[in-house]
């Protein structure tokens, strides 16, 4: 029997103690031997979410922390977790939220879009199936609303452009140069999502718990930029297009 493939979770995470030990048991419970956990973590979180990860990792080699001092935000903290888990043997990755934002129960059909092939696997909260919930009505405009803009723009036929709960096979991320992404807020899915839009990729539903915290003026505003600027610099992040 061919061995399972090392899956790598990557989460950024801080001040989340209230579920970190909860998201920490449901991703272990999941029948995969070879599943990893990368929480990112940096000098942001204040309270004992690092203290948690810690201490359950003691006795789970496949949680593997990641103290990232020179984190720059929440977007250096997933590259850092992409980094860190590729050069640990990673042969996919899934990208998630923590705090429930995003529910591990639903890891499963990632896993299985990458079984049957799939380079690329988005989660969708716009496709059948998915779903928001506890989100400001403003945050579902800006939301659904950034995903018809992107998709006019950039030319892309997602559903969903700015869902951060996502899967990759390992090839994909290496043929990126993940320090040029120029991306430094919300505008970072959208990002992939054009990067990666000739592979091959699929929609998935999921069910997105929100907070009430907002996009600023500033990330609305490098959002705009960036959107219109992606398709002049596409080929810099390329490091080996054939």
């Known amino acids: 029997m061919a061995k399972e493939p090392k899956t790598a979770v990557v989460m950024p995470v801080a001040n989340e103690e209230a579920t970190m030990e909860r998201v920490i048991d449901m991703i272990m419970a999941l029948p995969y031997e070879n599943l990893y956990y990368y929480p990112v973590f940096d000098d942001y979180s204040k309270d004992r979410t690092a203290e948690i990860i810690r201490k359950k990792a003691e006795g789970e080699p496949r949680i593997r922390p990641v103290y990232f001092k020179e984190s720059k935000g929440v977007i250096s903290c997933y590259l850092e977790g992409y980094k860190r888990a590729l050069a640990e043997g990673a ?16 890891i499963p059909q990632f896993m299985e879009k990458l079984d049957e092939g799939y380079e690329c696997v988005w989660g969708s909260r716009f496709v059948k199936g998915g779903g928001i919930r506890e989100l400001p009505l403003y945050r579902r405009i800006l939301s659904s609303g950034g995903t018809i803009l992107s998709n006019l723009v950039l030319g892309t036929r997602l559903k969903d452009m700015t869902s951060g709960y996502e899967a990759f096979q ?46 600023s003026g500033s990330t609305v505003a490098e959002a705009l930029k960036i959107l219109f600027r992606l398709k002049k610099y596409e080929k810099n992040v390329w490091k080996d297009r054939t």
């Open 91 to 106: 042969d996919r990755i899934i990208e998630m939220d923590g705090g429930m934002s995003h529910d591990p129960s639903q």
């Open 170 to 215: 390992r090839h994909v991320l290496e043929s990126i140069d993940l320090d040029r992404i120029l991306s430094t807020g919300h505008m970072y899915q959208t990002e992939m999502r054009f990067y990666c839009r000739r592979f091959r990729a699929v929609e998935v539903p999921i069910h997105y718990t929100g907070s009430s915290s907002g996009l």
